[in-house]
């Protein structure tokens, strides 16, 4: 029987969630929990990706100082002063050890409008309004314009944002891939709950070579 959800690693693409410096500072108020374990598997994933020049995608989040772009249960404290993913702010940016030209700084406008920016060949960032990265966003129109059948995430804050990615990527029937090692606030639980969507789960020790070529494909959550 034909498996519709197993991976295909030539029209896979990676997905970043929320890689930006406003989720990994101790001080912030929406610092997400695991970072420091999961962000040396997410580099290994990049550049897996990047090696075999396969399409990355890092989603986004940036909030207007009026509020006005941010979900209701954060827009009240964003008009209060909350400072978090300001458009050209520090906070805001992708974090140097996944941002293949770290000199290069986002584009707010470019992103608001609803572009993809470009940081490298097949590396592209892409702003979302909202927790998942599929909503009224570009990408699923540009993933199915390059054949891409395969989305492989990682992210910071499970919770919300790579969670809800998660979810719409499977609605949309795309065949997934969560590296589990590469995702900070998950638990165990969590994780496990993702084989009823059809999820296949690698960590990125097993997930790196298999994108490479050089070994098989993952098993299923």
Known sequence: MK???????????????????????????????????ALPAMQRLVESFRKQSAPIFHSVRLYRPDGSNVEPCRRSAVEEGLRIFM????????????????????????LLNGGLQELATNEYV???????????TPLEAELRSRGITTVVICGFSFSTGT?????????????????????????EAAIAELGRLGVYLMQSKSCCPWIAGTRPGPVAA
């Not at 295909?8 to 500072?25: C, H, P, V, Y």
């Not at 892409?126 to 009224?136: C, D, K, L, T």
């Open 3 to 37: 498996d519709y959800c197993f991976p295909e690693k030539g029209k896979s693409a990676l997905l970043t969630i929320s890689a930006q410096r406003d989720f990994s500072r101790a001080d912030s108020p929406i610092c997400a929990k695991g970072i420091e374990r």
């Open 87 to 110: 458009p050209g702010s520090f906070g805001a940016e992708l974090i140097d050890a996944l941002n293949p030209n770290p000199e290069v700084r986002l584009n707010p406008e470019k």
């Open 126 to 136: 892409v702003y979302r309004p909202r927790w998942g990265a599929f909503h009224n």
């Open 163 to 187: 969670r809800a990615t998660i979810y719409e990527a499977s609605a949309r029937d795309f065949r997934i891939v969560v590296v589990p090692d590469a995702i900070s606030n998950a638990n």
